[in-house]
């Protein structure tokens, strides 16, 4: 057995306890947040704007956030297709598109996760099931962010808790969709995960892809929505859709 | 500087590359769901009949409201599960297979979206209506949707 660590649900046994009922796993790589960029686009260009330089030399996995955008009251902050097909990164920096609506104010957070180069699965023997409540363990780890006191109420000055499931990923890597027919990506974990998936364009683009996915308890089809896919990077997570309550 | 790492299998523990790492207490925040939860059946929202066409204008139906009490606005993700029987260009869309409106939340068929919105207090769900043009879908009947939404705890604003 590899070296690592395992916290498990209240109630399970970390010992025999199947993923599902697992809430953290160091076999699992969680979607570690490099940095967060805020937004001030007032007025888009005529080019593609470089909003921040990344330099991993590889294509993270990011998500954008509007400030006020769409039907949204400034205030109010939410993801949308359309916002995060605004945003493209490279392997050097996060763009802009300049055919897109101005962002007088929003958020990216970019990953420490190498989206086209990680061909992923996890390693550990699945059993079916369903996870539930992960929440409310007396006992467990629980990190604090550096210079933060590990007594905080405040939840954003803890880096870590076994107390919640992160968001962990089951597998990650790439599928080309050249028809209509949808693309089939096993995932063996009993339930209908949650999952991103990013396309890259003119070759050295990557952004959130407009696709939709049906899934069983197996497989997760990947399709476009309004345009075949071609090639895109998925990322399946370990979460189930139909989880109970966290909290 | 103190904390734990713990590497992927097959990694060192010693890498330089933050790649190599499950996770880390050094890096920044991990997004920590804290508030999170799937809603369906009763706690969900289901249309029984045909959901509402484009109309004039932009219409938007709240579906759902989840307060938090995290004093700020946190990084959020939804997710929503379509569950109906209809058609469009591409195919005809069986009744009981999952739609799963990927992108944090959108699920569109042109002209009316899911969408969702948080704030320092709450979150909402809502269904959007947009005004012109031929639906994506036709045909759409016995739509039942059910959402799950992560509050997390990194703070955004």
Not at chain 2, 77 to 82: A, D, G
Request: proline content about 8%; overall charge negative; charged content about 10%.
């Amino acid at each position: 057995m590899p070296a690592g660590f395992k916290a498990a649900q209240l109630g399970a046994d970390v010992n025999t306890a199947p993923d599902y009922e697992l809430v953290v796993s160091s076999e699992w790589p969680v979607l570690k947040i490099l940095t967060i960029v805020p937004i001030a686009i007032p007025v888009v260009g005529a080019s593609d704007m470089l909003v921040y330089e990344h330099n991993l030399g590889y294509y993270p996995a990011f998500l954008a956030y509007a400030d006020g955008g769409g039907q949204n009251t400034p205030g109010q902050v939410a993801i949308t297709n359309l916002i995060n097909q605004n945003f493209y990164v490279t392997q050097s920096g996060l763009f802009y598109s300049s055919f897109s609506s101005p962002m007088p104010k929003g958020f990216v957070i970019i990953f420490e996760y190498d989206v086209v180069n990680t061909v992923f699965n996890a390693p550990t023997q699945l059993s079916f099931g369903t996870p539930s409540s992960a929440t409310q363990n007396t006992n467990g780890l629980e990190i604090s962010k550096s210079n933060f006191d590990i007594g905080s109420t405040n939840p954003d000055n803890i880096a870590f808790t076994t107390a919640n499931r992160p968001l962990q990923v089951q597998s990650s890597g790439q599928i080309n969709q050249t028809g209509t027919t949808a693309i089939p990506v096993p995932h063996n974990l009993g339930y209908p995960p949650v999952h991103f998936l990013y396309q890259l364009l003119n070759g050295n683009q990557l952004s959130l892809a407009e696709y939709k996915a049906t899934a069983d308890n197996e497989t997760i089809y990947f399709s476009g929505v309004q345009s075949i896919l071609g090639v895109c990077y998925y990322i399946i997570l370990k979460d189930a859709f139909a989880s109970q309550a966290l909290s | 500087m103190n904390g734990i790492k713990a590497v992927l299998p097959g990694k060192n523990i010693d890498s330089t590359d933050p790649r190599d790492f499950a996770f880390s207490s050094l890096d920044e925040p991990l997004a920590v769901p804290i508030q999170a939860a799937s809603l369906s059946g009763t706690g969900g929202y289901t249309f029984t009949t045909n959901p509402p066409e484009p109309g004039s204008g932009s219409t938007l139906i709240p579906l759902l409201t989840v307060p938090h009490d995290f004093g700020y606005v946190p990084a959020s993700l939804v997710y929503v599960f379509m569950d109906f029987q209809g058609s469009n260009p591409t195919g005809t869309v069986p009744t009981g297979s999952y739609l799963i409106a990927p992108m944090p939340l959108v699920a569109a068929f042109a002209y009316q979206w899911i969408g969702y919105s948080v704030d320092d207090q709450q979150l909402i769900i809502y269904y959007q209506i947009d005004s012109g043009g031929a639906s994506f879908l036709t045909d759409v009947t016995n739509m039942q949707l059910s959402f799950k939404y992560y509050l997390f705890s990194t703070k955004l604003e």
